[in-house]
């Protein structure tokens, strides 16, 4: 897998951080520092962790679904685009308060879940995991930091909409994969 199929999976993942910081940023009123790089750290600490779990689970399933290994990255990336996108439009999102370290380590492992999933179809396409997860936890890194000072001076109004386009890249990635397999292999 390219470095920019990879961006993008990052940047995906870290949609769901991405609303979350946001959300802290706007209960913050004011940015701090310290509270927004412990924020950031937390997300991009557990995206990058996540998938290097979802990796090394995917080994011990990778022998029993090698053949239909494409329709199982498709299905994830779907499945996970898709509901990121379903909470983004139909849920009721409730308001997170400027986290504590025990509400952070909660977020955070909510936030990256899916990101255990992508670990999984890493093992199918025989991705070295080690790119992925610096890449993937760098990026969310950056975007929470990102998103607590958009929610420090913008206001709610960006977060679902974050969701969605996280969502729609994450389909978009699946499409990609089930193409290249079906047709240009």
């Given at each position: 897998m390219?470095?920019?199929s990879?961006?993008?999976i990052a940047?995906?993942l870290?949609?769901?951080?991405?609303?979350?910081?946001?959300?802290?940023g706007?209960?913050m009123c004011t940015l701090?520092?310290?509270p927004?790089l412990?924020i950031?750290?937390?997300?991009?600490a557990?995206?990058a962790?996540m998938?290097?779990?979802g990796w090394l689970a995917?080994?011990?399933?990778k022998?029993?679904i090698?053949?239909?290994?494409?329709?199982i990255?498709f299905?994830?990336?779907?499945?996970?685009g898709?509901?990121?996108i379903?909470?983004?439009?139909?849920?009721?999102?409730?308001e997170v308060?400027l986290?504590?370290i025990?509400t952070?380590?909660?977020?955070?492992?909510?936030t990256?879940?899916?990101?255990?999933?992508?670990?999984i179809t890493?093992v199918?396409?025989n991705v070295n995991?080690l790119?992925p997860?610096?890449?993937?936890?760098i990026?969310?890194f950056?975007?929470?930091?990102?998103?607590?000072?958009?929610?420090?001076?913008?206001?709610?109004n960006l977060?679902?909409?974050?969701?969605i386009v996280?969502?729609?890249?994450?389909?978009i990635?699946?499409?990609?994969?089930l193409i290249e397999?079906?047709?240009?292999q």
């Amino acid at each position: 897998m390219d470095f920019v199929s990879i961006f993008f999976i990052a940047v995906a993942l870290a949609m769901d951080a991405f609303a979350v910081s946001i959300t802290n940023g706007i209960a913050m009123c004011t940015l701090r520092i310290r509270p927004a790089l412990l924020i950031a750290f937390f997300f991009g600490a557990f995206q990058a962790i996540m998938p290097l779990l979802g990796w090394l689970a995917g080994f011990r399933l990778k022998e029993l679904i090698v053949s239909t290994d494409h329709w199982i990255a498709f299905a994830l990336l779907s499945f996970i685009g898709g509901k990121m996108i379903y909470e983004a439009s139909v849920l009721e999102k409730k308001e997170v308060q400027l986290a504590t370290i025990p509400t952070l380590f909660i977020l955070a492992i909510a936030t990256s879940i899916d990101a255990f999933a992508v670990g999984i179809t890493f093992v199918f396409l025989n991705v070295n995991i080690l790119m992925p997860v610096i890449i993937i936890g760098i990026v969310t890194f950056i975007i929470s930091y990102l998103g607590v000072w958009i929610g420090c001076n913008a206001g709610k109004n960006l977060s679902g909409k974050a969701e969605i386009v996280g969502g729609i890249i994450l389909i978009i990635i699946g499409l990609k994969i089930l193409i290249e397999h079906l047709y240009f292999q």
